[in-house]
Protein backbone atom coordinates (compact mmCIF):
# COMPACT_ATOMS: atom_id res chain seq x y z
CA UNK A 1 0.00 0.00 0.00
CA UNK A 2 1.08 3.50 -1.10
CA UNK A 3 -0.47 5.83 1.80
CA UNK A 4 -1.18 9.37 1.01
CA UNK A 5 0.54 10.75 3.86
CA UNK A 6 1.98 9.18 7.04
CA UNK A 7 3.30 11.66 9.12
CA UNK A 8 4.67 9.82 11.79
CA UNK A 9 7.43 8.28 9.31
CA UNK A 10 7.51 12.13 7.63
CA UNK A 11 8.83 13.15 10.97
CA UNK A 12 10.78 10.28 11.71
CA UNK A 13 13.64 11.99 10.49
CA UNK A 14 13.18 14.67 12.95
CA UNK A 15 12.38 12.55 15.71
CA UNK A 16 16.04 12.27 17.97
CA UNK A 17 16.90 16.12 17.94
CA UNK A 18 13.05 16.60 18.59
CA UNK A 19 13.47 14.53 21.97
CA UNK A 20 16.40 16.62 22.65
CA UNK A 21 14.32 19.92 22.25
CA UNK A 22 11.59 18.52 24.24
CA UNK A 23 13.66 17.93 26.97
CA UNK A 24 15.35 21.36 26.92
CA UNK A 25 11.76 23.15 26.48
CA UNK A 26 10.42 21.02 29.56
CA UNK A 27 13.34 22.12 32.25
CA UNK A 28 13.31 25.61 31.16
CA UNK A 29 10.16 25.80 32.93
CA UNK A 30 8.19 29.09 30.53
CA UNK A 31 6.35 27.26 28.14
CA UNK A 32 4.41 30.43 26.72
CA UNK A 33 5.81 33.53 24.70
CA UNK A 34 9.46 32.64 25.94
CA UNK A 35 12.88 32.29 23.89
CA UNK A 36 11.60 29.74 21.21
CA UNK A 37 8.83 31.58 20.52
CA UNK A 38 11.35 34.35 19.59
CA UNK A 39 13.96 32.99 17.82
CA UNK A 40 11.36 30.85 15.73
CA UNK A 41 10.15 34.41 14.46
CA UNK A 42 13.34 35.48 13.83
CA UNK A 43 14.29 32.28 11.84
CA UNK A 44 11.32 32.36 10.09
CA UNK A 45 11.20 35.90 9.15
CA UNK A 46 14.88 35.29 7.95
CA UNK A 47 13.59 32.36 5.93
CA UNK A 48 11.01 34.50 3.75
CA UNK A 49 12.94 37.64 3.69
CA UNK A 50 10.62 39.36 5.41
CA UNK A 51 11.52 42.24 8.31
CA UNK A 52 9.29 40.27 11.11
CA UNK A 53 6.97 37.44 12.18
CA UNK A 54 4.43 36.68 14.68
CA UNK A 55 3.81 33.74 15.61
CA UNK A 56 0.00 32.52 16.51
CA UNK A 57 -2.02 29.30 17.51
CA UNK A 58 -2.78 28.22 14.10
CA UNK A 59 -3.36 29.17 10.25
CA UNK A 60 -6.72 30.48 10.92
CA UNK A 61 -5.77 32.93 13.27
CA UNK A 62 -3.01 34.38 11.47
CA UNK A 63 -5.70 34.94 8.27
CA UNK A 64 -8.21 36.59 11.14
CA UNK A 65 -5.75 38.91 12.59
CA UNK A 66 -4.03 39.93 9.33
CA UNK A 67 -7.96 40.83 8.30
CA UNK A 68 -8.26 42.33 12.53
CA UNK A 69 -5.38 44.85 11.90
CA UNK A 70 -6.79 47.22 9.44
CA UNK A 71 -10.11 48.57 11.61
CA UNK A 72 -12.35 47.68 8.09
CA UNK A 73 -15.89 48.65 8.51
CA UNK A 74 -18.82 45.33 9.40
CA UNK A 75 -19.65 44.70 5.30
CA UNK A 76 -17.05 46.18 3.60
CA UNK A 77 -15.34 43.55 0.68
CA UNK A 78 -12.60 41.71 0.67
CA UNK A 79 -11.58 40.00 -2.87
CA UNK A 80 -10.80 35.85 -2.31
CA UNK A 81 -10.97 33.03 -4.62
CA UNK A 82 -13.82 30.29 -5.40
CA UNK A 83 -11.65 27.34 -5.05
CA UNK A 84 -10.20 27.63 -1.94
CA UNK A 85 -10.04 25.66 1.41
CA UNK A 86 -12.51 26.68 3.95
CA UNK A 87 -10.62 28.57 6.23
CA UNK A 88 -9.69 31.88 3.85
CA UNK A 89 -13.08 32.65 3.61
CA UNK A 90 -13.83 32.02 7.39
CA UNK A 91 -11.60 34.74 8.28
CA UNK A 92 -12.85 37.42 6.20
CA UNK A 93 -17.14 36.42 7.98
CA UNK A 94 -15.60 36.24 11.14
CA UNK A 95 -14.23 39.84 10.44
CA UNK A 96 -17.49 40.46 10.03
CA UNK A 97 -16.65 41.13 6.46
CA UNK A 98 -17.95 40.54 2.93
CA UNK A 99 -16.05 37.63 1.02
CA UNK A 100 -16.38 38.69 -2.96
CA UNK A 101 -15.33 35.41 -5.04
CA UNK A 102 -13.08 35.69 -7.40
CA UNK A 103 -12.30 32.69 -10.22
CA UNK A 104 -8.99 30.74 -10.36
CA UNK A 105 -7.05 30.53 -13.94
CA UNK A 106 -8.07 27.26 -15.24
CA UNK A 107 -4.34 26.14 -15.89
CA UNK A 108 -2.45 27.90 -12.73
CA UNK A 109 -5.59 26.93 -10.13
CA UNK A 110 -4.89 30.65 -8.79
CA UNK A 111 -7.30 33.46 -8.45
CA UNK A 112 -7.21 34.95 -12.47
CA UNK A 113 -5.19 38.74 -12.26
CA UNK A 114 -7.65 39.26 -15.50
CA UNK A 115 -11.18 38.95 -13.15
CA UNK A 116 -10.31 41.59 -9.97
CA UNK A 117 -10.86 44.63 -11.19
CA UNK A 118 -14.36 44.19 -12.24
CA UNK A 119 -15.12 43.24 -8.71
CA UNK A 120 -13.47 45.94 -7.31
CA UNK A 121 -16.49 48.50 -5.87
CA UNK A 122 -15.99 51.71 -3.68
CA UNK A 123 -16.33 49.22 -0.79
CA UNK A 124 -13.41 46.89 -1.56
CA UNK A 125 -10.58 47.11 1.37
CA UNK A 126 -8.18 43.86 0.38
CA UNK A 127 -7.63 41.17 -1.73
CA UNK A 128 -6.92 38.25 0.13
CA UNK A 129 -4.77 35.70 -1.93
CA UNK A 130 -3.60 32.09 -2.02
CA UNK A 131 -1.27 30.64 -3.02
CA UNK A 132 -2.51 27.04 -3.71
CA UNK A 133 -0.74 23.77 -3.75
CA UNK A 134 2.58 25.50 -3.10
CA UNK A 135 2.43 27.81 -6.19
CA UNK A 136 2.52 31.77 -5.80
CA UNK A 137 0.08 33.66 -7.04
CA UNK A 138 0.75 36.44 -10.36
CA UNK A 139 2.02 38.54 -7.41
CA UNK A 140 3.41 41.48 -9.75
CA UNK A 141 0.02 41.77 -11.09
CA UNK A 142 -1.88 41.50 -8.37
CA UNK A 143 0.20 44.16 -6.54
CA UNK A 144 -0.05 46.74 -9.51
CA UNK A 145 -3.86 45.93 -9.10
CA UNK A 146 -3.83 46.43 -5.23
CA UNK A 147 -1.90 49.74 -5.32
CA UNK A 148 -3.63 51.52 -8.15
CA UNK A 149 -7.11 50.64 -6.11
CA UNK A 150 -5.40 51.39 -2.54
CA UNK A 151 -5.78 48.15 -1.54
CA UNK A 152 -4.54 45.81 1.64
CA UNK A 153 -2.83 42.55 0.30
CA UNK A 154 -3.22 39.44 2.52
CA UNK A 155 -1.04 36.35 1.30
CA UNK A 156 -3.01 32.91 2.65
CA UNK A 157 0.83 31.35 2.74
CA UNK A 158 -0.42 28.20 4.22
CA UNK A 159 0.23 25.58 1.35
CA UNK A 160 3.60 28.07 0.36
CA UNK A 161 6.54 28.09 2.73
CA UNK A 162 9.50 28.73 0.15
CA UNK A 163 7.41 29.24 -2.64
CA UNK A 164 8.78 31.95 -4.95
CA UNK A 165 8.01 34.07 -7.78
CA UNK A 166 11.36 36.34 -9.32
CA UNK A 167 12.80 35.22 -6.21
CA UNK A 168 10.93 36.84 -3.73
CA UNK A 169 9.15 34.40 -1.56
CA UNK A 170 5.70 33.69 -0.03
CA UNK A 171 4.42 36.28 2.44
CA UNK A 172 6.74 38.82 1.58
CA UNK A 173 4.73 40.34 -1.19
CA UNK A 174 1.88 41.65 0.54
CA UNK A 175 1.23 43.87 3.91
CA UNK A 176 0.46 40.66 5.75
CA UNK A 177 1.75 36.50 4.94
CA UNK A 178 -0.11 34.41 6.85
CA UNK A 179 1.00 31.03 7.36
CA UNK A 180 0.23 27.46 8.97
CA UNK A 181 1.90 25.21 10.41
CA UNK A 182 -0.45 22.50 10.44
CA UNK A 183 0.97 18.98 10.76
CA UNK A 184 0.02 18.24 6.99
CA UNK A 185 1.72 21.43 5.74
CA UNK A 186 5.47 21.45 4.47
CA UNK A 187 6.60 23.09 7.54
CA UNK A 188 4.30 21.18 9.76
CA UNK A 189 4.45 21.45 13.70
CA UNK A 190 3.22 17.96 15.81
CA UNK A 191 -0.09 20.09 16.69
CA UNK A 192 -1.38 23.52 15.87
CA UNK A 193 0.61 26.45 14.84
CA UNK A 194 0.82 29.76 12.56
CA UNK A 195 2.77 32.68 11.72
CA UNK A 196 2.29 36.32 10.36
CA UNK A 197 4.84 37.64 8.43
CA UNK A 198 4.98 41.47 7.11
CA UNK A 199 7.47 43.85 6.42
CA UNK A 200 5.42 46.70 8.12
CA UNK A 201 6.30 47.60 11.79
CA UNK A 202 2.70 48.86 13.06
CA UNK A 203 1.29 46.15 11.68
CA UNK A 204 3.81 43.54 13.17
CA UNK A 205 2.98 45.80 16.68
CA UNK A 206 -0.56 44.84 15.86
CA UNK A 207 -0.46 41.32 15.43
CA UNK A 208 1.56 41.28 18.81
CA UNK A 209 -0.76 42.46 20.97
CA UNK A 210 -4.35 41.05 19.57
CA UNK A 211 -2.32 37.45 19.96
CA UNK A 212 -2.44 38.34 23.60
CA UNK A 213 -5.38 39.37 25.24
CA UNK A 214 -5.07 42.85 23.46
CA UNK A 215 -2.39 43.64 25.88
CA UNK A 216 1.34 45.09 25.36
CA UNK A 217 2.63 45.29 28.78
CA UNK A 218 1.03 42.69 31.39
CA UNK A 219 -2.53 43.56 32.82
CA UNK A 220 -3.30 46.42 30.70
CA UNK A 221 -5.40 45.58 27.99
CA UNK A 222 -5.53 48.26 24.97
CA UNK A 223 -7.69 46.60 22.50
CA UNK A 224 -10.24 43.38 22.79
CA UNK A 225 -7.71 40.82 22.07
CA UNK A 226 -7.41 36.98 21.45
CA UNK A 227 -5.54 34.34 22.71
CA UNK A 228 -3.72 32.80 19.95
CA UNK A 229 -0.31 32.41 20.61
CA UNK A 230 2.45 29.83 19.61
CA UNK A 231 3.78 27.45 21.76
CA UNK A 232 7.22 27.48 23.16
CA UNK A 233 7.46 23.40 22.48
CA UNK A 234 6.15 24.15 18.71
CA UNK A 235 7.89 26.77 18.20
CA UNK A 236 11.53 24.78 19.31
CA UNK A 237 10.35 22.05 17.26
CA UNK A 238 9.69 24.21 14.19
CA UNK A 239 13.01 25.75 14.41
CA UNK A 240 14.05 21.84 14.16
CA UNK A 241 12.31 21.41 10.93
CA UNK A 242 12.77 24.94 9.05
CA UNK A 243 16.60 23.87 8.73
CA UNK A 244 15.49 21.26 6.56
CA UNK A 245 12.79 22.57 4.70
CA UNK A 246 14.83 23.22 1.89
CA UNK A 247 15.47 19.88 1.59
CA UNK A 248 11.81 18.97 2.43
CA UNK A 249 11.07 21.23 -0.91
CA UNK A 250 13.74 19.70 -2.88
CA UNK A 251 12.70 16.44 -2.10
CA UNK A 252 8.95 17.45 -3.18
CA UNK A 253 10.24 19.22 -6.33
CA UNK A 254 11.75 15.87 -7.45
CA UNK A 255 9.28 13.88 -6.81
CA UNK A 256 6.91 16.37 -8.61
CA UNK A 257 9.21 15.92 -11.71
CA UNK A 258 9.37 12.66 -12.17
CA UNK A 259 5.41 13.10 -12.01
CA UNK A 260 5.71 15.48 -14.49
CA UNK A 261 7.79 13.70 -17.33
CA UNK A 262 6.33 10.57 -16.22
CA UNK A 263 2.66 10.67 -16.42
CA UNK A 264 0.96 10.68 -19.65
CA UNK A 265 -0.31 13.47 -21.30
CA UNK A 266 -4.25 12.38 -20.55
CA UNK A 267 -3.70 13.55 -17.27
CA UNK A 268 -3.39 17.30 -16.30
CA UNK A 269 -0.83 17.97 -14.84
CA UNK A 270 0.41 21.14 -12.95
CA UNK A 271 1.95 23.80 -14.47
CA UNK A 272 5.42 25.22 -14.48
CA UNK A 273 6.11 28.81 -15.35
CA UNK A 274 9.63 30.77 -15.91
CA UNK A 275 10.05 32.94 -12.79
CA UNK A 276 8.13 30.77 -10.70
CA UNK A 277 9.55 28.19 -7.97
CA UNK A 278 6.99 26.08 -6.63
CA UNK A 279 7.04 23.87 -3.38
CA UNK A 280 4.06 21.14 -3.99
CA UNK A 281 3.01 20.82 -1.28
CA UNK A 282 -0.14 18.75 -2.85
CA UNK A 283 0.87 17.55 -6.83
CA UNK A 284 -2.83 17.27 -7.93
CA UNK A 285 -3.71 16.12 -11.68
CA UNK A 286 -6.97 16.79 -13.34
CA UNK A 287 -9.28 14.08 -15.08
CA UNK A 288 -12.31 13.83 -16.32
CA UNK A 289 -12.96 10.27 -14.57
CA UNK A 290 -11.71 11.54 -11.24
CA UNK A 291 -13.86 9.04 -9.18
CA UNK A 292 -13.10 6.09 -11.21
CA UNK A 293 -10.00 7.08 -11.31
CA UNK A 294 -9.81 7.41 -7.37
CA UNK A 295 -11.10 3.90 -7.07
CA UNK A 296 -9.23 2.10 -9.33
CA UNK A 297 -5.22 3.78 -7.48
CA UNK A 298 -7.28 2.38 -4.43
CA UNK A 299 -8.21 -1.09 -5.92
CA UNK A 300 -4.07 -1.06 -6.92
CA UNK A 301 -2.68 -0.05 -3.26
CA UNK A 302 -2.21 3.87 -3.82
CA UNK A 303 -3.97 5.98 -1.92
CA UNK A 304 -4.90 9.90 -2.80
CA UNK A 305 -6.65 12.50 -1.48
CA UNK A 306 -9.39 15.15 -3.08
CA UNK A 307 -8.48 19.17 -2.71
CA UNK A 308 -11.12 19.97 -2.59
CA UNK A 309 -14.29 17.69 -2.92
CA UNK A 310 -16.73 21.14 -2.80
CA UNK A 311 -15.95 24.64 -3.28
CA UNK A 312 -16.94 27.09 -0.70
CA UNK A 313 -19.78 28.81 -1.94
CA UNK A 314 -21.52 24.92 -2.12
CA UNK A 315 -20.68 24.65 1.57
CA UNK A 316 -23.72 24.49 4.00
CA UNK A 317 -21.75 27.12 6.27
CA UNK A 318 -22.05 29.61 3.45
CA UNK A 319 -25.85 29.66 2.92
CA UNK A 320 -26.87 33.39 2.85
CA UNK A 321 -23.13 34.46 2.20
CA UNK A 322 -21.99 32.61 -0.76
CA UNK A 323 -24.86 30.54 -2.09
CA UNK A 324 -25.60 33.10 -4.64
CA UNK A 325 -22.27 32.89 -6.00
CA UNK A 326 -21.99 31.32 -9.85
CA UNK A 327 -18.47 29.44 -10.21
CA UNK A 328 -18.04 27.34 -12.62
CA UNK A 329 -14.12 27.18 -13.17
CA UNK A 330 -13.91 26.48 -9.63
CA UNK A 331 -16.47 23.64 -9.82
CA UNK A 332 -15.12 22.23 -13.18
CA UNK A 333 -11.20 22.24 -10.95
CA UNK A 334 -13.26 20.64 -7.71
CA UNK A 335 -14.89 17.86 -10.04
CA UNK A 336 -11.78 16.70 -11.84
CA UNK A 337 -9.17 17.06 -9.09
CA UNK A 338 -6.97 14.45 -7.44
CA UNK A 339 -4.28 14.56 -5.21
CA UNK A 340 -1.11 12.30 -5.66
CA UNK A 341 1.01 11.14 -3.17
CA UNK A 342 4.03 13.74 -2.84
CA UNK A 343 5.43 13.39 1.18
CA UNK A 344 8.35 13.92 2.31
CA UNK A 345 8.75 10.34 3.29
CA UNK A 346 7.64 9.18 -0.25
CA UNK A 347 10.74 7.52 -1.95
CA UNK A 348 11.48 7.91 -5.95
CA UNK A 349 10.39 3.90 -6.75
CA UNK A 350 7.20 4.73 -4.49
CA UNK A 351 6.15 7.71 -7.06
CA UNK A 352 7.41 5.37 -10.15
CA UNK A 353 5.30 2.68 -8.91
CA UNK A 354 2.09 5.59 -8.77
CA UNK A 355 2.76 6.51 -12.25
CA UNK A 356 3.48 3.08 -13.73
CA UNK A 357 -0.47 1.91 -12.57
CA UNK A 358 -1.83 5.78 -13.37
CA UNK A 359 -0.56 5.25 -17.43
CA UNK A 360 -2.42 2.18 -17.44
CA UNK A 361 -5.35 3.52 -16.76
C1 LIG B 1 -4.32 24.69 6.16
C2 LIG B 1 -4.86 25.91 5.55
C3 LIG B 1 -5.36 26.97 6.34
C4 LIG B 1 -5.64 26.89 7.81
O1 LIG B 1 -4.60 26.53 8.62
P1 LIG B 1 -4.89 25.95 10.10
O2 LIG B 1 -3.55 25.99 10.75
O3 LIG B 1 -5.45 24.58 9.93
O4 LIG B 1 -5.85 26.86 10.76
C5 LIG B 1 -5.72 28.15 5.70
N1 LIG B 1 -5.65 28.27 4.36
C6 LIG B 1 -5.20 27.27 3.57
C7 LIG B 1 -5.12 27.50 2.10
C8 LIG B 1 -4.81 26.05 4.13
O5 LIG B 1 -4.38 25.07 3.34
Not at 252 to 264: C, F, N, P
Not at 328 to 346: D, Q, V
Request: net charge negative.
Amino acid sequence: MIEYENLSKANATFFTEYEATFKNVMEGGWYILGNSVKQFELEFANYCGSQYCSGVANGLDALILSLKSFDFEPGDEVIVPSNTYIATILSIVQNQLTPVLVEPDINTYNIDPAKIEEKITSRTRAIMVVHLYGKLCAMDKIMAIATKHNLKVIEDCAQAHGASLNNKKAGNWGHFGAFSFYPTKNLGAIGDAGAVTTNDDSLFAKINVFRNYGSHVKYHNEVVGFNSRLDEIQAAFLSVKLKQLDEITAHKQQLASLYHQGLKPSFIKPVTEPGYEDVYHIYCIRHPQRDQLKEYLLNNGIKTEIHYPVSPNKQKAMKGILDHCETPISEEIHRTTLSLPISFYHSQNDIERVIDVLNRF
